[in-house]
């Protein structure tokens, strides 16, 4: 029976094309956008879980000028741009190693000007201690990091970007440049770690701390500690002994705010996942809306085609159909609706998925949760949306319903 | 007609009127009501149609004869009296049991042929068949299409077809669950006096294979060929 009523309700579908995909299209694009931005939200939470374990390490704890937002991300407040770390901070936790933490390093980001046989270039400058590249993992192309315990004085090591513009296809380390007028060497060269906005690479390059301060003379700023936490210790643990120390060192009380935070690694997860779980919430919501219009489109369709056939209606009454019979019929016909607007949603959004995730360089990923619930929800769709014209029919007189022209 | 494919389609159980009642209908009475107002459409109607008869209901518009046929063809209910279709008190009938005795028991021919213009003439004799099991039904609409002479017909739709030959699709569609009673509404009403008579003579055809036939008119001529005629006037039987 079910058999025969899909079949007579694809008939009746088949029937008038451009209606039906016009019917269609609302469920289409709320299926659409709903499979292709989970699919996208997982790849993006995929990347930058990758990202963050591959390039910053497994233990990575961060210490920098801020409130700690509650929720354990950071806060990044007017405040804390403006403000800076010294070196006291950096002392505070240094003080830790090596019961608590393998290494630690002072980061501070600031730019230059780079000139290399009258080729200049504006990079992104990372002043750091050579412990940094231990934490960090920045893949080394050519030549060494810094020296750990060595002054590394006129030293420089740049990113393949920057190598590129300068050098061309040369080999760059042994090179001299001038930063910012002064002249150094450059002895590695290391992969990029940022990326500009459209895929480019920015221009990088990095100082020792010591070097860059004695070099230009610049007082001791930090903007960030960043720490290599020891895989034995609880990352709790060293969070709590972290701000006791920090606090000594701010001299706070224990009431108060601490005018710092600390971000582990899982923050940072955290913080992502949140941010990409509010914009996956609010595609969601924005697919809902469209599904809820397609709903109420197919709805609108179903009542007129109930008022079309309200004699077709009679006959199949007067020949043995029950109410039962008629009401499953529009149903079927409306849920088929959803699932063939949802079936080509679940194709065009998976399609445009791969393609953007291909063009955005992100890991291929397809949420198979998403394309399950987005079946889910257009039966649903159909059910609901179908239910009330499909009540109406099953309620039409047999004898009124043969009478109607 | 091919009679002997007929034949062996149409379960026949004898050629001649029996005394078995198909229709019996005693004391029927039947009200409309509407904004306070009262209308008494039928007063009082006593019928009986034996199993192989050919009987003609005949009354002008208005009438009556429309709101009997609709009771006899369990599309609606009555207010007093009794109705026993082929034995059972349709009273007692629920909306459910009533569609399934519509489906197994009555065959509908209407004036307006009723047939879905997007369905080929095959799925149009099939349609009954979604509803009430029949065996081979594929074979059987063939079949059916085949005693009617409308077998090249088959895949065509119903705008690809004349009058008489949409009427023969309505009737081979009213003979696929092979039903006790044949109901035809003014059969021939949308069809010219030649295509009619056609018509009419597929209906005795069916009456001499064994079919009760119900035939609902306000022409007396058509009324002529049933064996026997029931009149209606104002509701009331007329004797």
């Known amino acids: 029976m079910i058999t025969k009523l899909v079949k007579v309700a694809l008939r009746d579908i088949l029937a008038n094309k451009m209606r039906s995909f016009l019917t269609v299209l609302g469920i289409l694009i709320g299926i659409s956008s709903v499979t292709m931005m989970v699919s996208i939200g997982g790849s993006a939470e995929e990347y930058i879980n990758q990202s963050i374990t591959s390039k910053l390490g497994k233990n990575l704890v961060m210490i920098q000028p801020g409130k700690q937002s509650s929720g354990g991300g950071v806060s990044i407040s007017f405040s804390a741009v403006l403000s800076n770390f010294t070196d006291i901070e950096y002392g505070a936790v240094k003080n830790l190693v090596p019961e608590y933490i393998d290494y630690v390093s002072r980061r501070l980001n600031t730019t230059a000007l780079i000139n290399y046989a009258g080729n200049e270039e504006v990079a992104l400058l990372f002043v750091v201690d050579p412990e940094y590249f231990r934490i960090v993992d920045i893949q080394l192309q050519s030549g060494r990091y810094f020296r750990i315990g060595s002054d590394n004085a006129k030293e420089v090591i740049i990113g393949q970007g920057l190598a590129r513009k300068l050098f061309k296809m040369q080999e760059a380390v042994g090179k001299r440049i001038t930063i910012n007028a002064r002249d150094f060497v450059v002895v590695g060269v290391v992969e990029d770690v940022g990326q500009a906005a459209f895929g480019g690479n920015v221009l990088e390059a990095y100082f020792d701390t010591r070097t860059y301060r004695d070099s230009f003379n610049k007082p001791a700023t930090v903007n960030a500690v960043v720490i290599g936490a020891k895989e034995t210790v609880p990352i709790d643990v060293l969070k709590k002994q972290l701000d006791r120390n920090l606090r000594t060192a701010h001299n706070l009380l224990p009431k108060e705010d601490a005018d710092f935070s600390i971000t582990t690694q899982a923050d940072i997860i955290e913080t992502s996942a949140t941010i990409l779980g509010t914009v996956t919430l609010f595609i969601t919501v924005i697919s809902a809306i469209s599904l809820l219009v397609g709903g109420i489109g197919i709805m609108n369709i179903m009542l007129v085609s109930v008022k079309e056939r309200v004699k077709e209606i009679g006959l199949r009454k007067a020949i043995g159909a029950t109410n039962q019979d008629i009401q499953t019929q529009i149903l079927i016909e409306s849920v088929l609706f959803s699932l063939i607007g949802g079936a080509l949603g679940i194709v065009l959004g998976v399609a445009s998925a791969l393609v953007i995730e291909q063009l955005g360089g992100l890991p291929l990923f397809i949420s198979t949760n998403a394309v399950i619930t987005s079946l889910g929800v257009s039966s649903f769709v159909g059910i609901v949306f179908g239910l009330y014209p499909a009540i109406q029919a099953g309620r039409l007189s047999p004898i009124e319903a043969l009478r109607s022209n | ?239």
């Open chain 2, 1 to 239: 007609m091919d009679k002997k494919s007929a034949t062996t389609q149409i379960k026949t159980n004898s050629l001649k009127a029996s005394t078995t009642p198909v229709i019996e209908i005693s004391g029927l009475d039947k009200w409309y009501r509407n904004d306070g107002l009262e209308f008494h459409a039928l007063e009082n109607i006593t019928i009986q149609v034996s199993k192989g008869e050919f009987v003609a209901i005949v009354g002008p518009s208005g009438s009556g004869k429309s709101t009997l046929m609709n009771i006899i063809g369990c599309l609606d209910r009555y207010d007093k009296g009794t109705y026993k279709l082929s034995g059972q008190d349709v009273s007692k009938l629920s909306d459910i049991e009533l569609a399934h005795y519509r489906g197994k028991v009555i065959g509908f021919v209407f004036q307006s042929f009723n047939l879905l213009e997007r369905y080929t003439v095959l799925d149009n004799v099939l349609l009954p068949s979604f509803y009430v099991p029949v065996e081979k039904p594929r074979e059987r609409a063939l079949e059916l299409l085949k005693m009617l002479d409308i077998a090249d017909k088959a895949n065509n739709l119903p705008s690809q077809i004349s009058g008489g030959q949409k009427q023969r699709v309505a009737i081979a569609r009213s003979l696929m669950t092979d039903p006790d009673l044949l109901l035809a509404d003014e059969p021939t009403g949308n069809l010219d006096s030649k295509t009619g008579k056609v018509v009419l003579e597929i209906f005795n055809k069916l009456h001499e294979m064994g079919k009760t036939v119900l035939l609902i008119t306000h022409d007396v001529a058509i009324a002529g060929y049933a064996h026997r005629q029931i009149n209606i006037l104002d509701g009331a039987i007329v004797k």
